[in-house]
T-cell receptor, first 115, second 109 residues
Framework: NAGVTQTPKFQVLKTGQSMTLQCAQD?????MSWYRQDPGMGLRLIHYSVGAGITDQGEVPNGYNVSRSTTEDFPLRLLSAAPSQTSVYFC??????????????FGPGTRLLVL | AQRVTQPEKLLSVFKGAPVELKCNYS??????LFWYVQYSRQRLQLLLR??SRESIKGFTADLNKGETSFHLKKPFAQEEDSAMYYC???????????FGTGTRLTIIP
C-alpha cells in the first residue's frame, strides 16, 4: 500500500490564483481530513469527510473547498490564494473517526508559498 | 534520512503512575517540536510545543539535543489521558515534516 499520498510536494502561487491540492489513500479509509501547519501554531483542521459524498468544516475552512466523490480521493481547493494561506498542508485518513481506537495516517505534506 | 521515531506503539500505565512517551528525532539543526493528542472520537489537537515551555494537562516535554529526544512526561497519569499521542518535529528549511507513528496510551484504572 502507498498509504496517504499528496501532490504536489511544493507549490508557489501568486495572490489570487487558484489550485487544487491532491490527496489519495489506498487503505479504504472512510475518514479523511485536511490540516494546515503553521510555524508556532501547530496543526489546524481545515475540512474533513466521514465518507464519500459527506464533508464538513473544521476550524479554519475559509478560503478552501473540498469534495469527496470517491472513498480514495479528497482534494483541497484554494479558490483565490492569499499570502495568509502560505503553510504546510497535511492530508490524513483513518478507518473510522480517529481516536483511541483508530490510528490516523498522515500524508507527507504539501508546502505552499503564496506571494 | 530525516525521521522521527516513537518506539512504543502501545503503552499501558496504571492510574497515578508516571507516564513517559518517547520520541526521538534525527534532524539537522534544531527543529521546532510538537506533541499532538487525539482523544477517543475527537480530532487531533495540539498538546504542547517545546518553544512555549508550557505544561498542558500536567504534561511536559523537554528537548534533549544531546539525545535528540523530546519525550512527553506526566508525573501522575489520569484516566482521561487515554488517547493517541503523536510527536511531530517541524524542521527548518525545505526538509519534509514527518509525524511519528503515534503511541496509544491506555490508563488502567
Amino acid at each position: 500500500n502507498a498509504g496517504v499520498t499528496q501532490t504536489p510536494k511544493f507549490q508557489v502561487l501568486k495572490t489570487g490564483q487558484s489550485m487544487t491540492l491532491q490527496c489519495a489513500q489506498d487503505m479504504n479509509h472512510e475518514y479523511m481530513s485536511w490540516y494546515r501547519q503553521d510555524p508556532g501554531m501547530g496543526l489546524r483542521l481545515i475540512h474533513y469527510s466521514v465518507g464519500a459524498g459527506i464533508t464538513d468544516q473544521g476550524e479554519v475552512p475559509n478560503g478552501y473547498n473540498v469534495s469527496r466523490s470517491t472513498t480514495e480521493d479528497f482534494p483541497l481547493r484554494l479558490l483565490s490564494a492569499a499570502p495568509s494561506q502560505t503553510s504546510v498542508y497535511f492530508c490524513a485518513s483513518s478507518r473510522g473517526l480517529a481516536g483511541v481506537e483508530e490510528t490516523q495516517y498522515f500524508g507527507p505534506g504539501t508546502r505552499l508559498l503564496v506571494l | 534520512a530525516q525521521r522521527v521515531t516513537q518506539p512504543e506503539k502501545l503503552l499501558s500505565v496504571f492510574k497515578g503512575a508516571p507516564v513517559e512517551l518517547k520520541c526521538n528525532y534525527s534532524y539537522s539543526g534544531s527543529p521546532e517540536l510538537f506533541w499532538y493528542v487525539q482523544y477517543s472520537r475527537q480530532r487531533l489537537q495540539l498538546l504542547l510545543r517545546h518553544i512555549s515551555r508550557e505544561s498542558i494537562k500536567g504534561f511536559t516535554a523537554d528537548l534533549n539535543k544531546g539525545e535528540t529526544s523530546f519525550h512527553l512526561k506526566k508525573p501522575f497519569a489520569q484516566e482521561e489521558d487515554s488517547a493517541m499521542y503523536y510527536c511531530a518535529p517541524l524542521p527548518f528549511g525545505n526538509e519534509k515534516l514527518t509525524f511519528g507513528t503515534g503511541t496509544r496510551l491506555t490508563i488502567i484504572p
